[in-house]
């Protein structure tokens, strides 16, 4: 017993050596995510179009809650994620953390959604009124978590128009997203500020409209192109293993590209698995969702002075916070 | 007459001692063993403190783990902040006075619902055994459980979050009032029948005095689940109150937050318990001098 153990070990070792001078076939990484959620979804596309083993990945999922975008930086922090997708506040608010601390920024957002997807609903007998007439009515609006990123947008809006969140007479309730709808019908929101799906649903029920989305413009015309969804890594493992941080980012444009390839009957069969939807509401959803990512420098840039700027202003994150502590970008191949 | 003249008759006093002598050997005694255990506590506190303080700044956790003197520094903060620059909506009393209002309003609702049951179902046989089952079959479900079904139910809002504490306390409240009458010594109402209290007497001259300690443990348990509650309602259904704080703070990756968040519960709980159940066991207990059945 004791001989054939120690005849493995060299076995064992030999073909690790074997596995490592195939890595690039191989390379294993760990990516977490929102889910269910239709702003990862482009995740299941690469998943289901193989763009991950096509450019040598192996990846393990490690899926969070819907509404814990928190717990996306937690995992890359601890090191039991390489990357997720996600949202992109909670990265600029990490890396402050860090930063405020003299240390270097711990995560960065490698690539983006090429739309924002922010959806401002209210219910229905709210439609015709301004948002200043909106302004002085006790309106209580839903909200996945206090600081969603479709609230930062919103303030980040405010504040171009001199105004704050305390200018009105809004409560802002922490509910989650399968919840908003119940409440909305049930008259315990009057509106929520979410993703396309939940605005989908929404409509479908005929329980409300969209009031606001940035997609529209409404938001202000740099703000359509806002990355709603954010792809971050850990810094040091980006540092560590460039090669296959690029092969990552690289799978989610091909996933992207396959998407805008493929009839529209297959990308609502997969959204509606991912998401957990009926496909008729996927099929909804279709034409007001984008889930490609290809975020451009000016996106970024546009991120940065418009959320970074309102969260400066707000003192969620740091004023020594800059652009490069937040965002690397040099891990994307430029479109040809 | 203090505690201790009352305690010690003259057959305590042991030969060669005079009462007077006695006395004060013993309030000697009693003050080194005060003494003695606040040292004792106290070394404990500082060992925790410098454990902590060592583990943050060893294994450079500053941002996971606070120092203590950072978080200490940021209560002093937290708590003389301005609303102006605070970044967690109302000022920190605001929200404390918030969650406060809301985990009182469960429990004494609960209390005063769960303790006159209790008595009742502790005295009359017929109805614990109608109604017992069936709260026993509730009470194995967390409070936490409740939340879904108390916003469904009551909205998101302030009435969720006092249902949540209400179905979380209940439960403690009722059960030891419940065992405190069940466990009243036959002989105290039996004695208390020789001296002719009957009906109402009976149950506010023995019944009720028989069971306080019962009850008053059940307040002392009630009230801290209460603030766990509280703080756990609040995560899920409210826009203030310092379970919106400590999740504010975590979505801003914000541990030192976090940590004073936890602190200022502990603080307030703590407060509370000493102000209300000890306001009750001193006006109770302490008066009646009330012993256990």
């Known amino acids: 017993m004791k001989r054939r153990s120690v005849l493995a070990i060299p076995a064992a070792a030999a073909l690790s050596g074997l596995g490592g001078a195939r890595s690039h076939a191989t390379d294993r990484i760990r990516v977490g995510m929102l889910k269910p959620n239709i702003v990862t979804v482009i995740y299941w596309i690469a998943v289901k179009t193989d763009t991950f083993a096509k450019n040598g990945l192996d990846v393990v999922e490690k899926p969070f809650p819907s509404g814990q975008t928190s717990v996306g930086v937690e995992q890359v922090l601890r090191g039991d994620t390489d990357f997720c997708l996600g949202a992109t506040g909670e990265v600029a608010h990490v890396d402050s953390r860090y930063v405020e601390a003299g240390k270097p920024s711990p995560v960065a957002l490698l690539e983006g959604g090429v739309v924002g997807g922010t959806f401002f609903c209210l219910r229905d007998d709210l439609r015709g009124k301004s948002l200043d007439e909106l302004r002085g009515m006790k309106l209580r609006i839903g909200l996945s978590n206090p600081s969603s990123y479709h609230l930062i947008l919103f303030r980040a809006f405010l504040r171009s128009r001199g105004q704050t969140t305390d200018d009105f007479q809004w409560r802002f309730l922490t509910i989650g997203g399968p919840e908003m709808l119940p409440a909305m019908v049930s008259h315990q929101l009057d509106g929520f500020m979410h993703d396309a799906l939940t605005a989908t649903l929404a409509l479908r029920a005929k329980a409300g409209f969209v009031f606001m989305s940035n997609d529209r413009g409404d938001m202000g015309p740099e703000a359509k192109s806002l990355p709603g969804t954010g792809v971050y890594g850990s810094r040091p493992f980006m540092e560590a293993h460039p090669d296959v941080t690029k092969r990552f980012a690289q799978s989610l444009r091909d996933a992207s590209d396959a998407f805008s390839a493929a009839p529209r009957a297959d990308m609502v069969a997969m959204m509606a698995e991912w998401s957990r939807q009926d496909p008729a509401v996927i099929d909804d959803l279709y034409d007001r969702f984008d889930p490609r990512v290809g975020m451009t420098p000016q996106a970024a840039q546009a991120w940065w002075s418009i959320l970074g700027s309102a969260m400066v202003a707000r003192g969620e994150i740091s004023p020594k916070l800059t652009f490069t502590d937040v965002f690397d970008l040099n891990y994307l191949r430029p479109r040809s | 007459m203090n505690t201790i003249e009352r305690i010690v008759t003259p057959f305590d006093v042991p030969p060669g001692y005079s009462r007077e002598d006695f006395l004060r050997r013993m309030q000697l005694r009693?003050?080194?063993?005060?003494?003695?255990?606040?040292?004792?506590?106290?070394?404990?506190?500082?060992?925790?403190?410098?454990?902590?303080?060592?583990?943050?700044?060893?294994?450079?956790?500053?941002?996971?783990?606070?120092?203590?003197?950072?978080?200490?520094?940021?209560?002093?903060?937290?708590?003389?902040?301005?609303?102006?620059?605070?970044?967690?909506?109302?000022?920190?009393?605001?929200?404390?006075?918030?969650?406060?209002?809301?985990?009182?309003?469960?429990?004494?609702?609960?209390?005063?619902?769960?303790?006159?049951?209790?008595?009742?179902?502790?005295?009359?046989?017929?109805?614990?055994?109608?109604?017992?089952?069936?709260?026993?079959?509730?009470?194995?479900?967390?409070?936490?459980?409740?939340?879904?079904?108390?916003?469904?139910?009551?909205?998101?809002?302030?009435?969720?979050?006092?249902?949540?504490?209400?179905?979380?306390?209940?439960?403690?409240?009722?059960?030891?009032?419940?065992?405190?009458?069940?466990?009243?010594?036959?002989?105290?109402?039996?004695?208390?029948?020789?001296?002719?209290?009957?009906?109402?007497?009976?149950?506010?001259?023995?019944?009720?005095?028989?069971?306080?300690?019962?009850?008053?443990?059940?307040?002392?348990?009630?009230?801290?689940?209460?603030?766990?509650?509280?703080?756990?309602?609040?995560?899920?259904?409210?826009?203030?109150?310092?379970?919106?704080?400590?999740?504010?703070?975590?979505?801003?990756?914000?541990?030192?937050?976090?940590?004073?968040?936890?602190?200022?519960?502990?603080?307030?709980?703590?407060?509370?318990?000493?102000?209300?159940?000890?306001?009750?066991?001193?006006?109770?207990?302490?008066?009646?001098?009330?012993?256990?059945?």
């Not at chain 2, 419940?178 to 009957?198: H, K, M, N």
């Not at chain 2, 318990?273 to 006006?283: D, F, S, W």
């Open chain 2, 30 to 293: 009693n003050r080194r063993v005060r003494l003695r255990r606040l040292w004792r506590g106290a070394a404990g506190i500082l060992a925790i403190l410098l454990v902590w303080q060592a583990a943050s700044r060893i294994l450079g956790l500053e941002l996971l783990l606070p120092e203590p003197l950072t978080v200490l520094r940021n209560v002093v903060t937290t708590l003389t902040v301005s609303d102006s620059h605070w970044l967690y909506g109302p000022n920190i009393y605001v929200h404390l006075w918030h969650s406060f209002l809301r985990a009182m309003a469960g429990f004494v609702s609960a209390a005063l619902v769960a303790i006159p049951l209790g008595l009742a179902l502790g005295r009359i046989t017929t109805l614990r055994e109608f109604v017992m089952p069936g709260i026993q079959g509730v009470y194995p479900i967390p409070g936490i459980a409740w939340i879904p079904l108390a916003i469904l139910w009551f909205g998101l809002g302030d009435a969720a979050v006092v249902f949540v504490v209400f179905a979380t306390v209940f439960f403690p409240l009722l059960f030891s009032a419940e065992a405190g009458a069940r466990l009243i010594s036959p002989t105290v109402l039996d004695a208390g029948r020789c001296f002719g209290a009957r009906g109402v007497t009976l149950f506010f001259r023995v019944v009720l005095p028989a069971t306080i300690p019962y009850i008053i443990t059940g307040l002392r348990i009630s009230l801290g689940g209460a603030w766990r509650m509280i703080v756990a309602g609040e995560m899920l259904a409210s826009q203030d109150g310092i379970g919106y704080l400590l999740m504010e703070s975590r979505f801003q990756f914000r541990a030192v937050d976090l940590m004073t968040a936890m602190i200022l519960v502990a603080i307030v709980g703590y407060a509370t318990e000493k102000l209300i159940v000890g306001t009750i066991e001193k006006r109770t207990i302490e008066k009646w001098e009330v012993q256990p059945s």
